[in-house]
């Protein structure tokens, strides 16, 4: 179940953990992978990413959906805190959210 919650928050992203479900080899980006992203530096997030507070450390967040978007503001706008949306979501929405974001942007996505 996730329930969006009209809540902007503004965190360190050194708060932020990546989705449980998520694959580790989708974790790690390299500048050139994130090179499509580069407007953040200026206009920062077209569409910010969803977190969820941690289920088990307080005072800090996983990621729902754009781990890519704060890998860039890392990159793009280091040192500066992230404003994300904070939603309310259980483990089964986090892995359904993990396989959609993994396949609209995997590029194998687009040969099947």
């Not at 179940?1 to 694959?23: H, S």
């Not at 704060?70 to 929405?93: E, H, K, M, N, S």
Request: charged share 25%; hydrophobic share 35%; with cysteine.
């Amino acid at each position: 179940m996730t329930t969006f919650i009209p809540q902007t928050v503004t965190i360190d992203p050194a708060l932020l953990d990546p989705n449980p479900f998520q694959p580790k080899t989708r974790l790690t980006f390299t500048p050139d992978q994130l090179s499509d992203l580069s407007s953040i530096a200026d206009l920062g997030f077209i569409q910010r990413p969803q977190v969820r507070m941690h289920s088990t450390q307080p005072g800090r967040y996983q990621i729902k959906v754009g781990h890519r978007r704060c890998a860039a503001w890392q990159l793009y706008r280091p040192g500066q805190p992230i404003t994300v949306d904070l939603i309310v979501a259980d483990d089964r929405a986090m892995f359904e959210h993990m396989i959609v974001e993994n396949l609209r942007t995997d590029p194998r996505s687009e040969e099947r």
